[in-house]
């Protein structure tokens, strides 16, 4: 492939070919594996297969899962493709087919009288990976996740035993509640603009549909749930289908009509509430939670629409950084400060205290100015208790992955479990990081060192006890 034209497929961004299996004698261990872990460190991301006609980052690119393992204080690492319909029919055809988010492309009619996928819209399945109601799924906003088995192979579309309806999106970024084990997330449609909470028990069972109506369709990417609420936010970001058919550029930002702020109540009662703020974009949230007739929102403030449509823009350069905002619920006034002047990504907590006060965050970050930073060369840790901002960093050119709280098995305290990432540090290579959650001035208590490349990728998790 000649990748020279795309921004976001150069350096560490760029893909690899290969599935790779990796035993304890292939890895090299550094320092100590922390002790009693049961589970695996899963990380999905974006790995294009064929020649790109047109990439924007991030919603294009086939999916890939990289995996570490965890047993008894030994680890193995596996990736694999997923198997999408799409992927599947470009390697029958061997060739691409199938285009970009931001420019569609017709699907032949050979394909199609071949049995081959004839959506245009690519189902990536690239964006994160859950374990939730012990299945495994690699998940896309734009289409059904998709069944994995332990190992990583995979089952095939999964549509929750019928809940999810033809046409339905399923958010890419649910949330897990702590104390009923229910996974709140939602469904978009490319044919209309509303949008439907649906939440699903302990088990994976669906449970009930909340919807939203909007005018247009909006770019949401993720949600935040407190004890008694949902929160999303609804920029002035959207996206047409038929302008992406067209060859035109699809996405609009019109800062004009401002951010609002859309509280839901999880019991789907009461009708829902709408705070209304000058314009922002925001990919990620950190973490929610309710205080004194007030809903508190962590979460990381982009100022416009960031994407990057591939050849000859360059790599955006917007400002990232960890926001805290205040909803009061009485009074309806909405305050917004900036908690860190840190470059920030990719925001995560204990998800233990996912929805309830809490201390600490966890993010991708950088040290410098981003015109100047090749990537995330730290992993950051924001403390809400006393405004302390403490930065890891692996090295001035490294590329440093989401970082995901593991829980010490043994203790109910944030600061005694460990934060794992993927780090690519040049001269390096590739390896999972391990840090005290507790002591970021230490460095990694274990690096797990793979030999072969991990690319750049998107959103990882904990599964605990899983393995292979």
């Known amino acids: 492939m000649d990748l020279t034209a795309f921004p976001y497929l150069q350096g560490n961004y760029a893909p690899i070919a290969e599935e790779r299996d990796f035993d304890e004698a292939q890895l090299r261990v550094e320092g100590t594996v922390p002790a009693g872990l049961l589970g695996a460190y899963m990380r999905d991301g974006a790995n294009v297969a064929f020649q790109p006609k ?14 570490v393992y965890f047993r008894d204080g030994h680890v193995q690492y596996k990736n694999r493709w997923v198997q999408t319909s799409h992927l599947l029919t470009e390697r029958k055809f061997n060739r691409t087919i199938y285009g970009s ?8 009619q050979d394909v199609i009288d071949a049995g081959g996928e004839a959506n245009p819209v690519r189902n990536t399945a690239n964006t994160n990976v859950i374990y939730h109601g012990d299945k ?36 890419a970024h649910p949330k897990v509640c702590p104390t009923t084990g229910q996974l709140v997330s939602c469904t978009q449609r490319w044919d209309s603009p ?42 002035p970001a959207f996206h047409s289908v038929e302008k992406a058919m067209k060859g035109e550029n699809p996405f609009m930002w019109e800062p ?18 709408v705070f209304e703020t000058d314009a922002f974009f925001s990919w990620h949230y950190c973490n929610g939670f309710e205080r004194d007739g007030q809903i508190v929102i962590d ?36 305050g917004d400060e900036e908690f860190s002047d840190i470059f920030c990504e990719f925001s995560r907590v204990d998800e233990r205290r996912m929805g309830k006060p809490y201390r600490y965050g966890f993010a991708a970050s950088s040290n410098r100015d981003w015109g100047d930073a090749h990537g995330y060369n730290c992993t ?26 593991v829980p010490n098995p043994d203790s109910e305290r944030e600061e005694d479990g460990w934060v ?21 001035t230490g460095g990694p208590v274990c690096k797990v060192h793979i030999p072969g490349r991990v690319p750049n990728g998107f959103h990882a998790n904990w599964m605990q006890h899983l393995h292979l």
């Not at 047109?54 to 995996?67: C, E, R, T």
């Not at 702020?261 to 509430?273: C, F, L, Q, T």
């Not at 950051?380 to 709280?405: C, I, K, M, S």
């Not at 999972?432 to 959650?437: E, F, K, N, T």
Request: aromatic residues 12%; contains cysteine; hydrophobic residues 40%.
């Open 54 to 67: 047109h990439y924007v980052y991030p919603l294009d690119g086939d999916g890939m899962v990289h995996a």
């Open 101 to 108: 988010v931001g420019k569609l492309l017709p699907v032949p």
């Open 136 to 171: 495994l799924l690699a998940m896309w906003e734009g289409g059904f996740p998709h069944l994995l088995n332990p190992d990583l192979s995979t089952v095939g579309l999964y549509d929750y035993e019928g809940a999810l309806k033809p046409g339905d999106a399923l958010t």
């Open 194 to 235: 509303n949008y439907w909470v649906q939440v699903f028990d302990a088990r994976g069972r669906h449970l009930q549909t909340i919807p939203v109506e909007f005018t247009r369709k909006g770019i949401i990417h993720d949600l935040q749930i407190t004890d008694n609420y949902i929160v999303i936010f609804y920029a």
């Open 256 to 273: 004009e009509l401002g951010t609002r702020i859309i509280v839901i109540p999880r019991s789907g009662k009461g009708g829902n509430r």
């Open 299 to 334: 979460y990381v403030w982009i100022n416009s629409i960031p994407f990057t449509q591939g050849q000859g823009t360059g790599v955006e350069k917007q400002p990232r950084r960890m926001h805290r905002m205040t909803l009061d619920l009485a009074s309806g006034r909405v």
């Open 380 to 405: 950051g840790r924001f403390d809400f208790e006393t405004g302390e901002t403490r930065l890891w960093e692996y090295g001035p050119q490294a590329n440093a992955g989401e970082p995901v709280h």
């Open 420 to 440: 794992m990432c993927f780090v690519h540090n040049p001269g390096e290579g590739a390896f999972l990081s391990i840090l005290s959650a507790g002591d970021f």
